[in-house]
């Protein structure tokens, strides 16, 4: 499967941003959809994601601020990012973990919160 992701760009703290991704059609099932961020020289961490059951899970440091969504007709999953914060500067990346294949990560899209 690709995914394909875009909406990063440029905020101030305590500004908003929403990343979107949509991943192609493919014939086996999507377990898992979700978004991760790295920064340099650190490894890259999962922040938020939908499992097909339903669950949603946040890493704390983004609990309160950032909203997963799902489109399961468009195969799409969105990161809606509030209360920005410069710590939330990173290359995110969406994630699919699809049923007996593994998993697929889109091309990162860079955030930066600045003043």
């Known amino acids: 499967v690709q995914l394909q992701a875009s909406g990063g760009g440029s905020a101030q703290p305590g500004g908003s941003l929403r990343l979107s991704c949509e991943a192609s059609k493919t014939s086996h099932s999507i377990v898992v959809l979700g978004w991760a961020r790295q920064t340099p020289g650190n490894e890259r961490e999962l922040v938020a994601t939908?499992?097909?059951?339903?669950?949603?899970n946040y890493v704390d440091s983004v609990k309160g601020r950032f909203a997963i969504s799902i489109n399961n007709a468009k195969n799409a999953v969105y990161l809606q990012m509030n209360s920005l914060k410069v710590e939330d500067t990173a290359v995110y990346y969406c994630y699919a973990l699809l049923y007996k294949v593994g998993d697929f990560w889109g091309q990162g899209t860079l955030v930066t919160v600045s003043s």
């Open positions: 939908w499992r097909d059951d339903g669950t949603i």
